[in-house]
T-cell receptor, first 114, second 114 residues
Framework: ETGVTQSPTHLIKTRGQQVTLRCSSQ?????VSWYQQALGQGPQFIFQ???????GRGNFPPRFSGLQFPNYSSELNVNALELDDSALYLC?????????????FGQGTRLTVV | AQSVTQLDSQVPVFEEAPVELRCNYS??????LFWYVQYPNQGLQLLLK??????LVKGINGFEAEFNKSQTSFHLRKPSVHISDTAEYFC????????????FGTGTRLQVTL
């Protein structure tokens, strides 16, 4: 158990719809990162939030957006879903201290777009 | 930018045999290196990390890895595997300057059989 929880664990959406995925960070962690893991691939960095501000973004289109709340929980929103968005979405929380700190991953949300 | 190459997509091995999972990386900046394990339908768990110091690092579950700067490699080893080690293993790097975005390889499936 990492203390990072994601919801829902699974969901199915139709192409063109919008989806919101949620992540509750480990207590005391002020940084959340989101990753997309397509089937048979390694996780790909989507973006990171630190103290409610975006703090780095990977090569994902603007229809992927996020929020971080004052309690450091986070949401990942994806608009205009495409079939290729089907993947496991992983959230990782950590503490920004100016150096490296370990990121703890949640169990992921499996999104299927049909 | 960084990239990570895991040359073996699958590694079959008998129980109690030794195993090595290979990882090579490319980066224009200094990096930290990691190995993560992913069990079915779960998130990622950190096995071990190299930040600095001794190039041989020991992790959980009897795994160890050796950082070789000249060969830009960080191979994972275990002298005797168990059935319970069957999982997907990911090598990853992070820029020491930003310490924010993990770049993962495509993963190696370790299949341990009797």
């Amino acid at each position: 158990e990492t203390g990072v929880t994601q919801s829902p664990t699974h969901l199915i959406k139709t192409r063109g719809q919008q989806v919101t995925l949620r992540c509750s960070s480990q207590s005391g962690h002020n940084t959340v990162s989101w990753y997309q893991q397509a089937l048979g691939q390694g996780p790909q960095f989507i973006f990171q939030y630190y103290r409610e501000e975006e703090n780095g973004r990977g090569n994902f289109p603007p229809r992927f957006s996020g929020l971080q709340f004052p309690n450091y929980s986070s949401e990942l929103n994806v608009n205009a879903l495409e079939l290729d968005d089907s993947a496991l979405y992983l959230c990782a929380s950590s503490v920004q201290t100016g150096g490296f700190t370990e990121a703890f991953f949640g169990q992921g949300t499996r999104l299927t777009v049909v | 930018a960084q990239s990570v190459t895991q040359l073996d997509s699958q590694v079959p091995v008998f129980e109690e045999a030794p195993v090595e999972l290979r990882c090579n990386y490319s980066s224009s900046v200094s990096v930290y290196l990691f190995w993560y394990v992913q069990y079915p339908n779960q998130g990622l768990q950190l096995l071990l990390k190299y930040l600095s110091g001794s190039t041989l690092v020991k992790g959980i579950n009897g795994f160890e890895a050796e950082f070789n700067k000249s060969q830009t490699s960080f191979h994972l080893r275990k002298p005797s595997v168990h059935i319970s080690d069957t999982a997907e293993y990911f090598c990853a790097v992070i820029d020491t300057g930003t310490a924010s975005k993990l770049t993962f390889g495509t993963g190696t499936r370790l299949q341990v059989t009797l």
